[in-house]
Structure formats: structure tokens, C-alpha cells
């Protein structure tokens, strides 16, 4: 009996975990190939397959950021250490501690910034990039260019987690739902934290779950300048991480940043998070008489031709 039980509990390990690494595995296949195919023929490959299969970063190019937040790529990617002085880097299997060195640099400045000032005992880190930036296999339509973080919202504990916790430990829900912050995890360090992030110049946005943004103007009623404020835009799914996303660097010519972020309220306070926290921006349950809708054909996958023509030496690159 047992051992009928482990033998199943052995097949489903192996039926689930190894999914992942089987995509990773053909995608590091497919990314080997790409050296030496012509310029036509890179065009056609899938660019999630290719980016997502590079093990490191181009080592022979200098650090630039190319393209927009969610179609581009990185040449000379730096790592942040997955074991900082302030930081313990999340979900080390997946190979995305990876950024242009100035976002690197931006969030180990946070973590130790957070630690000696805003109650943190350190940060935990969730994805970067990919060593070359690029679309990823999974999760995340930006994260593109090696200009955007996700920072827990989660305290750090006051040791170093394993890789297997690192792998396994869930993030802890700051909200009660879309419309309420949950007093009894959100602290004011959540609120100085974010307010730090914001605050810095290389920063242009931060996503937060709509509570948060509404938890944070009530927060920030007597600050002088809530300049910062502008910055944090409530988006879906920010609720138990943050995501910092830092302008285009100089170095990087052909990197694309987005719009200034500027409510006309010049905080965001008022219609911009009134919307979020009503029904509209959210997918709508269908009517009960409603006739069923055909399911949507998916997208074909992005080829290499959508992104910046640069990507191209950029993933072949040594
Ligand atoms: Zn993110």
C-alpha cells in the first residue's frame, strides 16, 4: 500500500514539476539554434522561446536597454546578488534576477534604504529579467528590457531562506479584495516603502493594487509634496507585490519610454482611482441569458520580427 502511495505521489511530481523544465529545456534548444541561422530565418523563430532560453546575459555587448517595456530585450544584463545585505531574491529557478545595471543598482539602494529607514528587515525580490530581457515563456507582458522590478510585500525574514522556500513560500495577500485595503497586514513601512520607491527620479511608475493607491492618498494627506503619488498607478494584480518600472536610461538610444504618468489631479487621488475602484475596469461576470461566446482564437506567438531589429544581435550574441 505504501508503496503503491509513493510510487504515485513519485509519478505526480513528476507529471507536474517537470513541465516547466521541459519548456525550458526545448526553449534552451531552440535559443542553441538560433547561432548562425540567416537574418530571415531568426525573424520567423518564437521570440519567448528564444529569450527565454538564454542561460546568461550577452556578455560581449555593452548594458542597453532596447525597445518598450513590453517589446524589446537587454543587451549586457547584470545580475543582482540573490543574497544581499538588505535582499533575499524569490523563485531562483526561474533565471530572472536579471537587469539593466541601473535598475539593479536602484533596487539594492531600496532594500538598504528600507532596511535602515522604513521599518524593513529586507526585501524580498521577485522577477527582474531574463538574462537577455525578451518576452518570457511565462507570466508578465513587460519585464521586457531590464527596467522593471517586482518587490514583495512581504517582509523578509531574519534568515536565508533555502532555495526550496524560495521557490515554495506564497506572498501574502495585503487586501481584502479589489475595493479594501487588510488592516491587519498593511503597516505604515508598506506605506514608506512604496513612497521611497516613488520618490526616486530614475523611477516613472509603480503598480499597485487599487486599495493600496487609496490606502496611500489617505496615508499621504499631510505630505507637502505628493509628487510622488502621480507615480503609483493602481493595475490588476499588484496585491501582494509591488512593481517598479525606472525611465530609460541614458546609455540605452533605442529604449522607449512610455508617456509621463500625469492625473490631472496631479496625484491620481481623485477620478483616476475612483475608476479602479469601480466596476468598469474589471472583466464583468456574463448575464444569465447571455448567449455563449465563442472562445477568442489565440494570438499567434510573437516572432523575433516584433521585436527592435537589435534583438536579434542581442540573442545571438556570445
Ligand atoms: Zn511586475
Known amino acids: 500500500m505504501m508503496r503503491t502511495l509513493l510510487l504515485a505521489a513519485g509519478l505526480l511530481w513528476i507529471a507536474a514539476a517537470p513541465a516547466a523544465a521541459q519548456t525550458a529545456t526545448e526553449a534552451q534548444a531552440v535559443a542553441a539554434t538560433a547561432t548562425g541561422m540567416s537574418d530571415d530565418q531568426l525573424k ?9 532560453g538564454q542561460k546568461g546575459p550577452a556578455t560581449s555587448m555593452k548594458a542597453r536597454a532596447i525597445g518598450s517595456y513590453a517589446k524589446g530585450c537587454m543587451a549586457g544584463g547584470k545580475a543582482l546578488e540573490v543574497d544581499g545585505p538588505a535582499w533575499q531574491v524569490m523563485r531562483l529557478s526561474r533565471n530572472r534576477n536579471w537587469g539593466h545595471p541601473e535598475l539593479v543598482a536602484l533596487v539594492e539602494r531600496l532594500a538598504v534604504e528600507a532596511k535602515e529607514k522604513d521599518g524593513w528587515n529586507g526585501l524580498l525580490v521577485g522577477d527582474l529579467a531574463q ?12 519585464h521586457q528590457i531590464g527596467l522593471d522590478a517586482d518587490v514583495w510585500l512581504t517582509p523578509m525574514p531574519d534568515r536565508t531562506l533555502s532555495r526550496k522556500e524560495r521557490e515554495e513560500i506564497q506572498g501574502k495577500l495585503v487586501v481584502k479584495d479589489r475595493k479594501r485595503i487588510d488592516p491587519a497586514v498593511w503597516t505604515e513601512s508598506h506605506a514608506r516603502l512604496i513612497r521611497r520607491a516613488a520618490s526616486y527620479p530614475e ?3 509603480i503598480f499597485v493594487h487599487p486599495p493600496i493607491k487609496a490606502e496611500l ?7 507637502t509634496d505628493k509628487a510622488w503619488l502621480a507615480k503609483v498607478r493602481p493595475y490588476f494584480g499588484h496585491n501582494w507585490h ?3 518600472r525606472i525611465n530609460c536610461p541614458a546609455d540605452s538610444p533605442n529604449c522607449k519610454n ?3 504618468a500625469r492625473p490631472e489631479d496631479g496625484t491620481g487621488c481623485g477620478n483616476e ?29 510573437l516572432t523575433l520580427s516584433a521585436l527592435p531589429a537589435e534583438c536579434r544581435a542581442v540573442v545571438t550574441a556570445q
Open 44 to 52: 520567423k523563430l518564437p521570440a519567448k522561446k528564444l529569450f527565454g
Open 131 to 142: 538574462p537577455r530581457g525578451g518576452p518570457m515563456l511565462s507570466g508578465h507582458a513587460s
Open 203 to 205: 523611477v516613472a511608475r
Open 217 to 223: 492618498c489617505k496615508w499621504a494627506k499631510g505630505d
Open 242 to 244: 509591488f512593481h517598479i
Open 258 to 260: 512610455q508617456p509621463e
Open 273 to 301: 482611482l475612483a475608476y479602479w475602484l469601480g466596476d468598469k475596469p474589471w472583466p464583468q461576470p456574463p448575464k444569465p441569458d447571455a448567449t455563449p461566446q465563442k472562445p477568442a482564437k489565440p494570438a499567434p506567438p
